[in-house]
Structure formats: C-alpha cells, structure tokens
Nanobody, 121 residues
Framework: QVQLVESGGGLVQPGGSLRLSCAAS????????MAWYRQVPGKQRELVAA???????YYSDSVKGRFTIARDNAKTTIDLQMNSLKPEDTAVYSC???????????????WGQGTQVTVSS
C-alpha cells in the first residue's frame, strides 16, 4: 500500500504565506514525478506545480513567482511554499505522486486526501 499524507493547509489573510507538505510512504519502489493540484467546487482540477525526480520544476502561470515546490533528498517528500497568497488561491490542494510499487505493477498515479487552503480577510 502507498500513502500520501498532506499537511499545512489552513486559513491565511491575503498577502500571507503557507507551506504545504506531502510525505509518501509504503510499498514504494521508486517515485518519479510529484506534484500539487488544486480544485475549487464546480471547477476542473488544476495542476499548480510539479517536480521531477531530477529536480526540474513546472508552475502554472497563475502561481509562477509566488509558489515554490521543493523535494527532499530521499525523493519522498515535497513542499509547496506559497507566498503572496490571493483569495483566488482558495482551494483544496492535493498531492500527487507518479510511482512504481514494490509489487512490480506498472507505474501509477497516487493521491493524498487533500488539504484546504483558504485565503480570506
């Protein structure tokens, strides 16, 4: 089994900062890409930021320059540092990992349970 556990969501005022973390554990052979997505009720899920195993990063235009994604040396944890937060950043943020398990199954996508981020005064 594979678990992705997120932490760090909450309520913050516009202009403030939050840091999200996602830790992957369980029967993992190798993790390739990891990413943060967000979703607002009634809207499609949006890719916010991603990082490859080698450290290459991607950011959506809406967060570029404000958010930073980082990955630990063990390649099993990612953080999302969110600065200059705006009300439109309010969403449920979910961690995604593309990985291969020790069972030898094909590469698959795994998801965390999601954490709420609310930006409001």
């Amino acid at each position: 089994q594979v678990q992705l556990v997120e932490s760090g969501g909450g309520l913050v005022q516009p202009g403030g900062s939050l840091r999200l973390s996602c830790a992957a554990s369980g029967s993992i052979f190798i993790i390739y890409d990891m990413a943060w997505y967000r979703q607002v009720p009634g809207k499609q899920r949006e890719l916010v930021a991603a990082i490859t195993r080698s450290g290459s990063t991607y950011y959506s235009d809406s967060v570029k320059g404000r958010f930073t994604i980082a990955r630990d040396n063990a390649k099993t944890t990612i953080d999302l540092q969110m600065n200059s937060l705006k009300p439109e950043d309010t969403a449920v943020y979910s961690c995604n990992a593309r990985l291969k398990t020790t069972s030898g199954a094909a590469v698959g996508d795994y998801w965390g349970q999601g954490t709420q981020v609310t930006v409001s005064s």
